[in-house]
């Protein structure tokens, strides 16, 4: 993919704008081959911080764009594709962030043939850190794949799964980080608890979780023998671990993750 290619955002929000500050930074595509729409002025002005152009017409970012990111909420989406329908051309890839919108009903909203991608980011994005997963519509080529997969490569990692396992990774990655502050907010009280300082407490927090989740990705080892390798006999992190289960942390984000999934699945029906 060239700096050349044009990518439009429906949508100028902070996921959008955290997409595109990745894709510039990652030379995916050029500030002035970047456009958004919106109709909020002050989320346009925050866009065009990147360098790049807004407009209020959804319009003009399909009559310029080759790769068109609807991120817009999940109830407006019906309305903006059939509003967008006379504008799409053959070289459209409509990219599709909304959680919860099925690749059929983008396609009901469409013309027929129109190449979709359906994709669930995650606000890591910000930071280069995405955990991303994408789907092919019925007209999506490899071609498409590739470039969705750069794309979003720019911001963190991507995986192509099956479309009927996006509602679950909407409930692990996209509602993940909602449960990763929260630990890092309750370590961080504990630290506090236990006597440290505010802010060191949470740099130790926030950097103890970013470390054992590179463990888990840079070594492939289970999560369960790494947690082996801290646990020694009779040490002080078997005791906490012990708590932790006593208390069922494990149960509850398991249970965080299927009903997020589930809500997923529920948004796509109504």
């Given at each position: 993919?060239?700096?050349?290619?044009?990518?439009?955002?429906?949508?100028?929000?902070?996921?959008a704008s955290a997409l595109a500050k990745g894709f510039i930074q990652?030379?995916?595509?050029?500030?002035?081959?970047?456009?958004?729409?919106?109709?909020?002025?002050?989320?346009?002005?925050?866009?065009?911080?990147?360098?790049?152009?807004?407009?209020?017409?959804?319009?003009?970012?399909?009559?310029?764009?080759?790769?068109?990111?609807?991120?817009?909420?999940?109830?407006?989406?019906?309305?903006?594709?059939?509003?967008?329908?006379?504008?799409?051309?053959?070289?459209?890839?409509?990219?599709?962030?909304?959680a919860g919108i099925t690749l059929a009903k983008l396609e009901a909203?469409?013309?027929?043939?129109?190449?979709?991608?359906?994709?669930?980011?995650?606000?890591?994005?910000?930071?280069?850190?995405?955990?991303?997963?994408?789907?092919?519509?019925?007209?999506?080529?490899?071609?498409?794949?590739?470039?969705?997969?750069?794309?979003?490569?720019?911001?963190?990692?991507?995986?192509?799964?099956?479309?009927?396992?996006?509602?679950?990774?909407?409930?692990?990655?996209?509602?993940?980080?909602?449960?990763?502050?929260?630990?890092?907010?309750?370590?961080?009280?504990?630290?506090?608890?236990?006597?440290?300082?505010?802010?060191?407490?949470?740099?130790?927090?926030?950097?103890?979780?970013?470390?054992?989740?590179?463990?888990?990705?840079?070594?492939?080892?289970?999560?369960?023998?790494?947690?082996?390798?801290?646990?020694?006999?009779?040490?002080?992190?078997?005791?906490?671990?012990?708590?932790?289960?006593?208390?069922?942390?494990?149960?509850?984000?398991?249970?965080?993750?299927?009903?997020?999934?589930?809500?997923?699945?529920?948004?796509?029906?109504?």
């Open positions: 993919m060239s700096s050349e290619v044009t990518v439009g955002f429906v949508g100028a929000g902070k996921m990652g030379g995916i595509v050029s500030k002035a081959k970047l456009i958004a729409s919106d109709p909020v002025a002050s989320t346009r002005d925050e866009f065009e911080k990147l360098g790049a152009r807004s407009t209020a017409d959804n319009n003009q970012v399909f009559a310029s764009s080759q790769i068109i990111v609807i991120a817009v909420k999940p109830g407006q989406v019906s309305s903006v594709l059939r509003q967008a329908s006379p504008h799409i051309r053959d070289h459209h890839l409509i990219v599709s962030i909304a909203d469409l013309p027929e043939g129109t190449r979709v991608v359906r994709v669930m980011p995650n606000t890591p994005a910000l930071v280069g850190a995405s955990a991303s997963a994408y789907a092919l519509g019925s007209f999506a080529t490899d071609r498409d794949a590739a470039t969705v997969q750069r794309l979003l490569s720019a911001v963190g990692i991507a995986l192509e799964v099956k479309e009927p396992l996006l509602d679950a990774v909407t409930g692990l990655s996209g509602s993940g980080p909602a449960y990763a502050y929260l630990m890092i907010e309750a370590l961080s009280d504990g630290g506090v608890a236990a006597g440290l300082p505010r802010d060191v407490a949470t740099r130790l927090a926030a950097q103890t979780l970013l470390g054992s989740a590179r463990m888990v990705l840079e070594t492939g080892l289970h999560p369960g023998a790494l947690k082996d390798m801290v646990t020694s006999p009779g040490g002080t992190t078997i005791d906490g671990v012990h708590e932790l289960e006593k208390a069922g942390l494990r149960g509850a984000l398991m249970s965080a993750v299927r009903v997020a999934s589930e809500k997923a699945r529920k948004l796509g029906q109504s």
